[in-house]
């Protein structure tokens, strides 16, 4: 599935470094704004220890993790919504993304010199926000006009639309993001077409320093953006992307034994990585078998020949039937026999709604 969050932010506010860290794809990440011109575009694997465990049970040939797509967008400034630096293209890029991570800069260092010349993450924050917001509104106002004569002649898709544009119009006046709009079903198509900056999920990305990494609450920085983020509903990840770099380099054993020195569990990549899938409302089905155990991505709330078709549209268009067993029941029983034996494989239709951790095999006929 060609999902994609796309990593945003000032200019040296360490989304470079980031975003290296995830792909170890080399974006130029250097000490002055515009570094990156072009967006990167890189693959990550999503960490997810039930593979492993699949792995040890099956014990396949081979076994494929599920990937998701990060993009790293250069840094916007202070107007880009009107072409300041290179605005007009980064927001160009941003809108072929599908959720936005925001790198914020909670780290005071003098040797590495801050857009606005000083370390103020709200600032940070409310400046891409607006910025954001600024575009949409340009956007809208023209669309508003065109549809607004449509509806004074009683036209009814057009009257519809132009209650949706009305009300996401006066939201942006007051600063307000669309996805913080309540819409119904309906309306919700139609904001789905405007292909909105702000109607995008947004996970904040708080960046702090070397020492600060295992205890970062202790960084006021760190507070505010919780704070920030908690009156949109939007979660915080923290992050030291100069660690995360170091750590991208490391072998597995290296990076457990380096994560303990410095007191955590799971770097932040892992953390961010699984928050960007979740931001997107995707999870994870498998497939298991001699050849190959492997992991697909999916949509929450897609039936089982749709989810058949991610492996291959002849799966969907033949879909029979799709034989299923949920990860923890398959574990349990400790091989795919076992949990015939103990009737926890289930023989599920074309209705069935996949289930996050379901162990399938798909049964269609061409």
């Not at 693959?43 to 993009?71: A, G, Q, W, Y």
């Not at 600063?175 to 789905?192: G, M």
């Not at 034996?341 to 289930?355: A, F, H, P, S, T």
Request: charged content about 30%; some cysteine; hydrophobic content about 40%.
């Amino acid at each position: 599935m060609a999902l994609t969050a796309g990593i945003v932010g000032l200019p040296n506010v360490g989304k470079s470094t980031l975003f290296n860290a995830i792909t170890q794809a080399g974006a130029e990440a250097a000490n002055y704004p515009f570094a990156t011109i072009d967006p990167n575009v890189g693959m990550v694997e999503v960490p997810d220890e039930r593979l492993n465990k699949l792995t040890e049970l099956v014990k396949p040939k081979k076994t494929v993790p599920t990937t998701f797509e990060f993009t790293d967008i250069a840094g916007i400034v202070k107007g880009a919504s009107k072409g300041e630096g290179l605005g007009n293209q980064f927001l160009s890029h941003i809108r072929q993304v599908d959720a936005i991570c925001q790198v914020v800069r909670c780290f005071v260092d003098e040797n590495i010199t801050h857009v606005s010349g000083k370390v103020d993450p709200i600032d940070d924050i409310e400046i891409i926000n607006l910025e954001l917001i600024l575009a949409d509104l340009e956007t809208v106002n023209k669309r508003y006009q065109r549809v607004e004569k449509l509806a004074r002649q009683k036209d009814k898709d057009a009257l519809v639309e132009f209650d949706v544009l009305s009300k996401i119009k006066t939201g942006l006046e007051e600063e307000k993001p669309v996805r913080a709009l309540e819409f119904t079903e309906e309306q919700q198509k139609i904001v789905k077409g405007l292909h909105l900056l702000t109607s995008k999920p947004m996970l904040y990305v708080a960046n702090v320093g070397e020492d600060e990494v295992a205890n970062p609450d202790d960084n006021p920085n760190v507070q505010k953006v919780k704070d920030y983020a908690a009156n949109e509903g939007a979660e915080v990840i923290i992050i030291c992307a100069r660690i995360e770099e170091e750590i991208s380099e490391l072998d597995q054993d290296e990076k457990e034994m380096f994560l303990e020195e410095l007191g955590i569990t799971e770097s932040g990549l892992d953390k961010l990585i699984k928050a960007s899938y979740n931001l997107l409302g995707l999870a994870t089905y498998f497939t298991a078998g001699e050849q190959e155990v492997r992991a697909w991505t999916f949509r929450k709330g897609i039936k089982a020949p749709q989810a058949a078709g991610i492996i291959h549209t002849d799966f969907e268009r033949g879909f029979i039937r799709a034989e299923t067993v949920s990860y923890d029941d398959l574990l349990e029983a400790g091989s795919m026999t076992h949990a015939r034996e103990k009737g926890k494989v289930r023989l599920e239709g074309k209705e069935y709604i996949v289930q996050d951790g379901d162990v399938i095999h798909f049964r269609f006929n061409v």
